[in-house]
């Protein structure tokens, strides 16, 4: 607000995007912190951008937890924009068609056009830092993010996803806005 306090925050700028992206990820509330960082699993190994919907659906997937408590309503954003907030300036959103019905919803009813706000990683950068050893000494990160591990951990999220509906009809009714995360899934989870 002041040409003094806009000298003080250039001064103490970091020199490279590794401190900028260290100091983002520190200036998050520890609370927070490890949602931020299943939201950040997620999106360093998506096969496609994720939707606002699909990306905090898939925060609340703990597939490390036994079978009955993976997947609770209880530990769901009560509203999907907030993945938004956690995530900063670590992230991109843009708004896009999406041509084929199937991408979004199954059944009878189909649909041609589909706008969806969809997130991805603001840079190549960033998912290049967050699989480098440098997120290793960053407090509330257990293990070294990899490529691999982002894999395994999305991979096996989306199977704790889709063993939730272990009934023959669970999805027989399926519409996009009630199960978000179940395309990407059935069709990505491999």
Not at 31 to 59: D, G, H
Not at 73 to 90: E, F, G, T
Not at 128 to 138: D, P
Request: hydrophobic share 40%.
């Amino acid at each position: 607000m002041t040409l003094e306090a806009l000298e003080e925050t250039l001064g103490s700028l970091p020199e490279g995007l590794d401190q900028c992206y260290e100091r983002i990820l520190l200036n998050i509330n520890p609370k927070y912190f490890p949602l931020t960082i299943k939201a950040l699993n997620w999106l360093a190994v998506s096969r496609r951008p994720l939707s606002i919907a699909e990306l905090a659906e898939a925060t609340s997937i703990a597939p490390e937890l036994p079978q009955s408590q993976r997947i609770l309503v209880r530990r769901q954003l009560s509203d999907p924009r907030d993945i938004l907030l956690l995530c900063s300036s670590l992230i991109h959103i843009s708004k896009r068609n999406r041509k084929h019905a199937d991408e979004y919803q199954w059944g009878e009813d189909k649909v041609e056009n589909v706008v969806v706000e969809e997130v991805e990683l603001a840079h190549f950068s960033v998912k290049e830092y967050l699989l480098s050893s440098l997120t290793q000494t960053l407090p509330g990160i257990p293990k070294a993010l990899t490529e691999q591990s982002c894999h395994r951990y999305v991979a096996e999220g989306c199977l704790a996803y889709l063993l939730q509906y272990d009934k023959a009809d669970s999805l027989k009714h399926y519409r996009y806005e009630m199960f978000p995360l179940a395309t990407y899934a059935a069709r990505y989870w491999c």
